[in-house]
């Protein structure tokens, strides 16, 4: 979670981290999901494994439409898991 501005270096590009607004009441359960998956929600706002579970449902739809911006063979030769 991001407390103040600050510059951060990624891969040659400068970029300003500021700290966002994340408003009370969620929008929806996929906004939600994706705020735990970026970890900017508190981990007792949900369950971890639920949250793994999204994650790696959003990884395969990126994968099926975009392959080079997901490389799900590095993931399962990581991690050992087969990701249907």
Not at 17 to 24: E, K, L, V
Not at 36 to 65: F, N, P, Q, W
């Amino acid at each position: 979670v991001t407390k103040h501005m600050q510059w951060v270096r990624v891969e040659g590009f400068d970029l300003l981290d500021s700290p966002g607004i994340i408003p009370a009441k969620l929008v929806s359960q996929e906004v939600a999901v994706h705020l735990a998956i970026c970890d900017d929600i508190g981990e007792a706002s949900y369950d971890k494994t639920l949250v793994a579970a999204a994650l790696v449902d959003e990884m395969r739809k990126v994968h099926a439409s975009m392959r080079s911006f997901c490389d799900m063979n590095g993931f399962v030769k990581r991690y050992g898991l087969g990701v249907g």
